[in-house]
């Protein structure tokens, strides 16, 4: 019943932040959105035995959000896959290596990723970024 309820609740907020709110509103609920679910993501994983630092994770999809191209983010995922497997060789259990940079990987997919797409998907949300404005 609770996550019925965040849900009458969030659906609606997240849906006015996307479509109809003002930039700065907007960023800032990417920051804040993304920050808190990379968080309990991390909890999740860790709850498994995998070992997701969240401010690593959240620090590296922040880079991603502010990336206007799909080829920067593709960059960036691809140095956080090689960086979080060199990473996780020093786990005390070597066997959680991959798993555990496997983990990152998706969590940074699955949250900064969907919140990329919904930035760029905004008609020129990126726009007042530019030197023009």
Known sequence: MKRVL???????????LVLWAPRIAFIAALVVIGGF??????????????GVNPWI???????????P??????????????GAMM?????????QSLPSAAALLLGLCYIFGSWWCAAV??????????AAS
């Open 87 to 95: 990473a996780s060789l020093r786990l005390d259990d070597l066997r």
């Open 57 to 67: 994770g959240t620090a590296l999809g922040l880079v991603m959000l502010v990336l």
């Open 6 to 16: 965040t849900a009458l609740v969030l659906v609606p907020t997240i849906t006015y």
């Open 37 to 50: 679910a990379f968080r309990e993501f991390s909890a999740i994983a860790s709850g498994h035995g995998l």
């Open 121 to 130: 998907s905004r008609p020129r949300c990126w726009a007042g970024w530019s």
């Open 69 to 82: 191209s799909e080829h920067g983010v593709l960059l960036v995922l691809l140095a956080t896959a090689f």
